[in-house]
């Protein structure tokens, strides 16, 4: 550490001291007026200055005796049954006061010892909770005091456990939704100096440590297809974020409870293994397991009975228990609500284009998942390091969020991208103090392009679109169609609650009623509940003859993929119908704008069983990069076009570089794979640093 940072460090350390003095010196002050058993003077009066010196004498000393005789006493009492040393904390700290009284060289105080448990947990609790306003922006000091707390016995355990020679562990980092050529263009503007640094790229560092390569998503390029692909090493049958499951009869979602139980299912009954953590593994803040045994905050899990290793929301309760911790996320959560608000009023005030509504309660669930998603899933890993654990996979939303609302390239998402580089130098350090090397690899589910929403370019959902094409009565006010979904189901697996009740325009439709429409970014997908198999385009034609070309036909529409009984799978573009089997990279015909790939993921999902019956992307401008979400979102994903395809992998130059071009999440899940397979064979000694 350099010189200039030390003093910084310590300048900033000396100044949280002071101010925490001072606050309890007027705590104590106060304390001394509003209660007759607590007095700082003596009964025949002192003069003010005396008293604020008693005062200040008094709350250093208990300061310095909750640091130093607190820690002992707590060991001291180990063996103590945890209800009676609950009760005894109080009286102990009481007590400390009492002797901080006793030994003020000034003027020695008075307390009842009824007084003197109430006035230091007061005390106690002022104390911590300024401290932890303080630290809001420090990081350094965050990261002490998440060692400081973390379970000694446990990071012990650890290190017997793995003493002698150690193989490294693996932290697997995804920021949801962050593209390739975002990442590359916050680190060329200084967004992300640790991102910077590792790859070379910043004028103060060494030689580059990672590699970073980016890979193409499926066609559903959402976190549920990515994430099962790379957590469990197969997406097969995810054609979207949502679709209609005709064998079922409903809607599954890939962000409901229930729904990521059944993908979880099958993509282990398909892959043949449990997945990339099974082997000492924790997930945290993820859609799926991935086969670890540890898991918190896991959205496959929140459906399943309550008990150990179902605990979807434990990592919520270990971090809010410490109530520092609560003060700094608490905090935090306020200035990210007004910052949002200001910034949504910023927008409205100079005009933006595109713009979405910011309002009602999307304040709050923005700074849910930016600050208490971020803060409890990055405590959650540096436990994970500090006790040893091989591998860690962890998802933090708070990018996709944002930019969903402001655009993958503004100013409010750049300011995220900044708060994530610095987690991500938070957990870097952290693993000085694990007992295992731990390489970073640092990667993304799909990215965002941007673009004005498909309703408010064209006046009309594609609900209502498909409506009028059945020649069905199209309501005046269009129904507002679901946005936010991932943070939305972060907030509600928090809360226990259900998620995406309602999500979509029909989750139990009626046989023989409307067609079930449904967006995932600018993906849409439409489907016939009371036919059980999926529809030909001869079968759509004889029901509803206009519905396929007012589709195909319309400029916010880039092309459709049907089933003809004659032709097998056809795009339909704009009064072209080519069968998908004559396609290929070389003659991509209406789908050359997508760019090379787009015929094989369009291939790929025609043969899942439950692709759809009409599947339906967005038109795509390869001049500006944009697309028409079907969703209120002007940064979108879930499709085909532009940026939200183009993901990024990066990892330490010490992993071998994967071999050729990254397509589909299956590939990047093999890669990975590897990576740790290669790790746990290969041993470091206990000078091993971090990687």
Request: hydrophobic share 45%.
């Amino acid at each position: 550490m350099r010189v200039k940072d030390r003093w910084r460090r310590g300048a900033g350390q000396l100044g949280r001291s002071v101010a925490v003095w001072v606050v309890s010196t007027l705590t104590m002050l106060a304390l001394a007026g509003l209660l007759p058993d607590f007095r700082l003077e003596a009964p025949d009066g002192a003069s003010a200055t005396r008293l604020g010196v008693t005062a200040a004498l008094g709350a250093g000393v208990f300061g310095l005796l909750s640091a130093l005789v607190w820690p002992l006493l707590v060991r001291l009492l180990l063996l103590v049954p945890a209800l009676v040393l609950g009760l005894l904390v109080f009286f102990l700290n009481g007590g400390l006061l009492l002797v901080a009284l006793w030994v003020n060289p000034v003027q020695r105080g008075e307390a009842g010892p009824q007084t003197a448990v109430v006035v230091a947990a007061v005390m106690s609790a002022v104390a911590s909770a300024t401290g932890g306003a303080l630290a809001v922006r420090d990081d350094d000091a965050y990261r002490r005091r998440l060692y400081r707390l973390s379970d000694r016995r446990n990071r012990r355990e650890a290190r017997a456990a793995i003493e002698g020679p150690v193989t490294p562990g693996i932290v697997f980092v995804q920021l949801d939704g962050v593209g390739h050529d975002v990442l590359m263009d916050a680190v060329e503007r200084g967004l992300m100096p640790t991102v910077a640094r590792r790859l070379g790229k910043d004028p103060a560092a060494h030689a580059p440590t990672h590699r970073i390569a980016p890979w193409r998503t499926d066609w559903s390029s959402q976190t549920g297809a990515s994430q099962l692909g790379i957590l469990h090493g197969s997406n097969d049958d995810v054609p979207a974020f949502r679709w209609y499951d005709k064998q079922r009869r409903e809607v599954m979602v890939c962000n409901r409870p229930s729904s990521a139980v059944v993908l979880e299912q099958r993509a282990v009954k398909h892959s043949g293994h449990p997945g990339l953590l099974a082997v000492d593994g924790a997930s945290r803040g993820n859609l799926f397991s991935g086969g670890a045994g540890e898991q918190a905050l896991v959205l496959s899990i929140a459906a399943r009975r309550r008990g150990k290793g179902f605990r979807s929301r434990s990592g919520y309760f270990a971090y809010f228990a410490d109530p520092a911790n609560a003060v700094r996320t608490a905090l935090s959560f306020v200035a990210e609500v007004f910052r949002e608000i200001g910034q949504s009023l910023r927008a409205r005030a100079e005009r933006r284009r595109p713009r979405v509504n910011r309002g009602g309660l999307y304040p709050l669930l923005r700074a849910f998942v930016t600050v208490v998603q971020r803060d409890v899933v990055a405590y959650a890993v540096a436990g994970d390091m500090l006790t040893g654990r091989s591998a860690v996979y962890a998802d933090l939303v708070a990018y996709d969020e944002v930019a969903h609302h402001s655009g993958p390239r503004s100013r409010d998402a750049a300011q995220v991208l900044r708060r994530l580089d610095r987690t991500l130098s938070l957990l870097e350090k952290v693993a000085e103090h694990s007992p295992r090397p731990y390489r970073f690899v640092v990667l993304s589910d799909h990215g965002q392009s941007p673009g004005e929403t498909f309703r408010s370019r064209y006046g009309l959902s594609l609900g209502d679109m498909v409506r009028a094409g059945c020649g069905l009565p199209v309501p005046r006010r269009a129904r507002r169609t679901r946005s936010g979904a991932e943070a939305r189901a972060a907030v509600l697996a928090a809360l226990h609650r259900p998620v995406e009740e309602g999500a979509g325009e029909h989750l139990l439709p009626t046989p023989g009623a409307e067609p079930v429409v449904l967006a995932s970014g600018n993906l849409g997908l439409v489907s016939f509940p009371d036919v059980g198999h999926r529809m030909s385009r001869e079968e759509i034609d004889a029901r509803h003859p206009a519905l396929l070309s007012t589709l195909a036909d319309h400029p916010g529409i880039g092309f459709l993929l049907v089933r003809s009984e004659r032709h097998g799978a056809l795009v339909m573009a704009h009064g072209v119908e080519v069968p998908l089997a004559g396609l290929s990279d070389d003659e991509p015909g209406p789908l050359a704008c997508y760019g090379p790939g787009a015929v094989a993921a369009v291939r790929r999902t025609d043969g899942f069983p439950h692709t759809a019956d009409i599947m339906i992307n967005s038109m795509y401008d390869p001049a500006t990069g944009e697309v028409h979400a079907f969703e209120e979102q002007i940064g979108s994903h879930g499709g085909l076009g532009g940026e939200q395809s183009r993901a990024f992998l990066m990892a330490p130059m010490t992993l071998p570089a994967p071999e050729g071009e990254l397509v589909g999440a299956e590939a990047v899940h093999r890669v990975l794979r590897r990576w740790l397979e290669g790790s746990r064979d290969e041993t470091f000694g206990r000078a091993a640093r971090n990687v």
